[in-house]
């Protein structure tokens, strides 16, 4: 499902003339298969948001190669990039990143918008998947008049109402307290139990961790797993 193949990443940094080149991601390699939910742990800085970024094509690896659904996505320019992901990915992120000026109902409708699909339509998949989520109650309210738990659900739900095959999840938990926490969790096990949709999870917080089948390290860019460095 997902593949990576001796990827690194460098930024450049500096002036120009004077750049220095500072290597975050050093010879990754990994495999997550279909239905899993995998974890990276890391501590802040060890490049987990940059893998995720170069995963969902935000960002070119300095080298190395990606691969998705047997597809190599490691050159895809980004107007192939973009309908990959509106295809295949779905994302969260532990600031939810929902647009202010939108309703629940707007927010969650907004990717099948952008898929074309036609209104009478996208009434009926986002009235069902917010009854799904438990957001029914809240379909007018704003991001603003949600609790930060009700707010990560609006986020999954945008992640879902496209029926991607992965769902990539930066920090999902971090801005919530312990028992939020705890029912975001539950959501993200029985959407991969019951729809069979894989889950790539980056995380500072081993409680995150404890849910996934594969949880592999970050360590000043290197990825281990069982204490090994990762080789495929
Ligand atoms: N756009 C960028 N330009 C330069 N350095 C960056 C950029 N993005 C991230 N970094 C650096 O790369 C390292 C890893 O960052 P990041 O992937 O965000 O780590 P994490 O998500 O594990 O906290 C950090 O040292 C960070 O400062
Ligand atoms: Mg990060």
Redesign the pocket.
């Known amino acids: 499902m997902i593949e990576v193949h001796q990827l690194s990443h460098s930024?450049k940094?500096g002036k120009k003339g004077s750049e220095k080149e500072?290597p975050?991601l050093k010879n990754i390699s990994l495999k997550i298969n279909k239905g899993e939910i995998a974890s990276i742990v890391?501590r802040?800085?060890?490049?987990?948001?940059?893998l995720l970024n170069l995963l969902s094509g935000y960002i070119s690896p300095t080298s190395g190669d990606i691969l998705i659904h047997d597809t190599n996505v490691t050159k895809f320019n980004e107007k192939k990039w973009a309908k990959f992901r509106l295809d295949n990915l779905g994302f969260i992120f532990q600031s939810f990143q929902l647009i202010s000026s939108l309703t629940t109902f707007e927010n969650v409708e907004l990717p099948l918008t952008l898929k074309g699909i036609d209104s009478a339509e996208r009434k009926k998949m986002v009235m069902s998947l917010l009854e799904e989520v438990g957001l029914h109650e809240h379909t007018e309210h704003y991001p603003n008049e949600l609790s930060g738990g009700q707010q990560q659900r609006v986020s999954i739900a945008r992640a879902l109402i496209t029926k991607p095959s992965i769902i990539f999840a930066d920090e999902p938990t971090g801005s919530l307290d312990s028992e939020t926490e705890k029912e975001i969790l539950d959501l993200i096990k029985q959407l991969n139990k019951e729809q069979g949709i894989t889950f790539f999870i980056i995380t500072h917080d081993d409680e995150v961790a404890s849910i996934s089948n594969h949880k592999f390290h970050?360590q000043d860019g290197v990825l281990v797993k069982g204490g090994a460095v990762v080789e495929v």
Not at 44 to 50: A, E, L
């Open positions: 930024f940094v500072i975050v890391g802040s800085g060890s490049g987990k948001s940059t970050l």
